[in-house]
Protein backbone atom coordinates (compact mmCIF):
# COMPACT_ATOMS: atom_id res chain seq x y z
CA UNK A 1 0.00 0.00 0.00
CA UNK A 2 1.23 3.58 -1.09
CA UNK A 3 2.31 5.81 1.38
CA UNK A 4 0.16 8.47 2.21
CA UNK A 5 2.08 12.11 1.25
CA UNK A 6 1.24 13.61 4.31
CA UNK A 7 2.92 10.69 6.38
CA UNK A 8 5.84 11.04 4.10
CA UNK A 9 6.10 14.64 4.16
CA UNK A 10 6.22 14.70 7.75
CA UNK A 11 8.93 11.85 8.30
CA UNK A 12 11.07 14.09 5.20
CA UNK A 13 10.50 17.29 7.78
CA UNK A 14 11.39 15.24 10.88
CA UNK A 15 14.49 13.85 9.10
CA UNK A 16 15.90 17.07 7.37
CA UNK A 17 17.42 18.53 10.54
CA UNK A 18 19.12 15.32 11.56
CA UNK A 19 20.43 15.36 8.21
CA UNK A 20 21.43 18.71 7.80
CA UNK A 21 23.06 18.72 11.26
CA UNK A 22 24.86 15.61 10.41
CA UNK A 23 26.47 17.32 7.08
CA UNK A 24 27.39 20.53 9.22
CA UNK A 25 29.59 18.09 11.60
CA UNK A 26 31.28 16.63 8.95
CA UNK A 27 31.93 20.24 6.86
CA UNK A 28 33.25 21.28 10.10
CA UNK A 29 35.44 18.16 11.03
CA UNK A 30 36.72 18.92 7.38
CA UNK A 31 37.82 21.99 8.12
CA UNK A 32 39.72 21.50 10.78
CA UNK A 33 41.45 18.48 9.37
CA UNK A 34 41.98 19.73 5.75
CA UNK A 35 42.06 23.90 5.99
CA UNK A 36 46.01 24.47 6.22
CA UNK A 37 45.87 21.57 2.99
CA UNK A 38 43.45 23.93 1.25
CA UNK A 39 45.58 26.97 1.68
CA UNK A 40 48.88 25.55 0.95
CA UNK A 41 47.78 23.47 -2.33
CA UNK A 42 44.70 24.13 -3.88
CA UNK A 43 44.04 28.00 -3.26
CA UNK A 44 43.59 28.75 -7.12
CA UNK A 45 40.69 26.36 -7.31
CA UNK A 46 39.14 28.24 -3.99
CA UNK A 47 36.26 29.86 -5.75
CA UNK A 48 35.55 27.21 -7.77
CA UNK A 49 33.24 25.12 -5.34
CA UNK A 50 33.72 21.93 -3.07
CA UNK A 51 34.62 19.66 -5.83
CA UNK A 52 37.28 21.19 -7.12
CA UNK A 53 38.25 21.41 -3.94
CA UNK A 54 37.87 18.24 -3.32
CA UNK A 55 39.56 16.95 -6.76
CA UNK A 56 42.39 19.35 -5.90
CA UNK A 57 43.44 17.57 -2.48
CA UNK A 58 42.43 13.82 -3.98
CA UNK A 59 45.17 14.82 -6.57
CA UNK A 60 47.90 16.01 -4.30
CA UNK A 61 47.28 13.12 -1.82
CA UNK A 62 51.04 12.43 -1.57
CA UNK A 63 51.35 16.09 -0.10
CA UNK A 64 48.46 15.95 2.48
CA UNK A 65 49.15 16.09 6.00
CA UNK A 66 48.45 13.45 8.15
CA UNK A 67 45.17 14.59 9.65
CA UNK A 68 43.30 15.47 6.55
CA UNK A 69 44.16 12.50 4.97
CA UNK A 70 43.19 10.23 7.82
CA UNK A 71 39.74 12.48 7.16
CA UNK A 72 39.13 12.07 3.72
CA UNK A 73 40.09 8.19 4.17
CA UNK A 74 37.19 8.30 6.45
CA UNK A 75 34.53 9.43 4.60
CA UNK A 76 35.59 7.47 1.67
CA UNK A 77 37.17 10.18 -0.40
CA UNK A 78 40.79 9.05 -0.36
CA UNK A 79 42.06 5.55 -0.84
Aim: proline residues 5%; contains cysteine; hydrophobic residues 40%.
Amino acid sequence: MPMPWKLLLGTLVLTLPTLSAAQDDVRQRGDRACKADVNRLCKQVLAQGDMAILQCLQTNKLKLSRPCSTFLKEIGQLQ
